[in-house]
């Protein structure tokens, strides 16, 4: 099926009677393969009654609140795609064509009052605070996304079957995408204007909905702050915290001139950072299959695999970025000989921690890589040498980052065959 339409009501009666129909004409008319299902939250006007006889397929919400009801639908929606929508005729099915030919351009697709040849008419007060709540959320959430509120919207199917859902009311629009986002999916906004319900009065307080978006906002932050989400180590690079901005940047700045000459670069570890978009022909190699997700937008090959069984033939590349800090101590050599493997002779290795410091504007602390519950660091500059030269590599320059991150670039050379770290 293409597309299943889910609609959350309580009383609309009215107003389904007429959107039925209009949406069975729209996606017929789009050649879809489509169902619709109403989730009801305690009906007592003839709704469920209605909408059946409408050819709908009618559930109960398994749990209480607008939440819940799209938890509902998510989970029991056939479609490829599910395309969310109010069922008080603010949201008007003629669009629907529009998003659905966007659906090439994003993950989850918007129907946005806030971009460009967006608007909003209703009443003045509802406009503006949620113009200001949007604008408050896209910031504290660094989210690239205009009307995170929006619940006229085109997910494809496993940006949001299977998410826990943690919201009970509205403020579950923020959260699904802020936690999609995470998930390194991509969200695009098409303009829209809305206009006022058909008939019936509004089931969203306006000032409870303000102070469930504020404490929802406080709790995704802490969760897109984390260094597993998808987008963390971009955001590293353009933190608005001045001195970790010069960190990131000065770091950026060594290892792509190192590698500026080199004619393919693989860098393992590669996370969502800035270092990997600006090689010009390089491969990003992860464990977190979310960032090279996000990673994979820029139009930048990538492979999810582990730093101690590279997925090449030997001698692949001219230079190899990479480390051992997220993983133990007792892993490096095994790594570094795999690195050594996929490096041509006379290669490059440029040998870095990851880029985890940073990633909030407003400064939250990063936690180091662990693993087991204990954190790796880079060894020491001797130790660190000394574990180079066994696996084969000669250490050519040394340098670091606002005294806070040594960097090191070596060399692939010959080792005797007395060397214990390679077969």
């Not at 007429?18 to 009801?40: M, Y």
């Not at 010069?246 to 670069?265: F, K």
Request: aromatic content about 8%; overall charge positive.
């Amino acid at each position: 099926m293409d597309v299943s339409v889910i609609l959350p009501v309580i009383n609309e009666r009215d107003n389904l009677v007429a959107l039925i129909p209009h949406l069975k004409t729209v996606l017929t008319r789009l050649g879809l393969t489509f169902e619709i299902l109403v989730i009801d939250g305690g009906s007592r006007d003839g709704t469920r009654e209605a909408a059946a006889e409408l050819g709908a397929r009618v559930e109960p919400e398994r749990r209480r609140g607008y939440a819940g009801a799209l938890e509902t639908g998510f989970a029991d929606a056939l479609g490829d795609y599910f395309l969310t929508m109010d069922a008080d005729l603010s949201h008007d099915p003629n669009f629907v064509p529009r998003m659905w030919r966007a659906r090439t351009q994003g993950d989850i697709v918007i129907a946005s009052r806030y971009v460009r040849g967006g608007a909003s008419h209703g009443p003045i007060v509802r406009k503006e605070m949620s113009r200001l709540l949007n604008e408050v959320q896209r910031f504290a959430l660094w989210m690239p996304v205009r009307d995170l509120s929006s619940g006229f919207r085109l997910y494809r199917r496993e940006t949001a079957a299977g998410v826990n859902i943690e919201g009970s009311s509205f403020e579950v629009q923020q959260e699904l995408l802020s936690k999609a986002y995470g998930r390194g999916f991509s969200i695009f906004e098409v303009p829209f204007t809305y206009f006022p319900r058909g008939s019936g009065k509004s089931h969203a307080p306006l000032f409870q909905l303000a102070i469930g978006y504020i404490r929802s906002t406080i709790n995704l932050r802490n969760l897109r702050n984390r260094p597993d989400s998808a987008d963390y180590e971009e955001r590293a690079f353009y933190t608005l915290r001045p001195f970790r901005r010069l960190r990131r940047r000065d770091r950026h700045r060594i290892i792509t001139t190192w590698a500026r000459e080199a004619d393919r670069t693989l860098h393992v570890g590669c996370g969502s950072g800035v270092v990997t978009q600006s090689l010009n022909n390089g491969i990003g190699m992860d464990r977190n299959f979310d960032k090279l997700r996000f990673l994979s937008r820029y139009g930048i090959a990538v492979v999810c695999a582990s730093p101690d069984a590279l997925p090449f033939r030997d001698a692949s590349f001219d230079c190899l970025i990479g480390s051992t800090a997220d993983s133990p101590l007792s892993a490096a050599d095994a790594i570094l000989s795999e690195m050594r493997r996929v490096l041509n002779p006379g290669g490059r290795l440029i040998f870095a921690g990851p880029d985890r410091i940073g990633a909030s504007p407003f400064g939250g602390r990063a936690k180091a890589p662990s693993i087991g519950g204990q954190t790796f660091e880079l060894p020491p500059r001797k130790e660190l040498e000394g574990l180079l030269s066994r696996n084969g590599f000669a250490v050519e320059e040394h340098a670091s980052v606002a005294q806070g991150e040594e960097i090191v670039r070596c060399q692939r050379v010959a080792v005797s065959n007395a060397s214990p770290a390679l077969p």
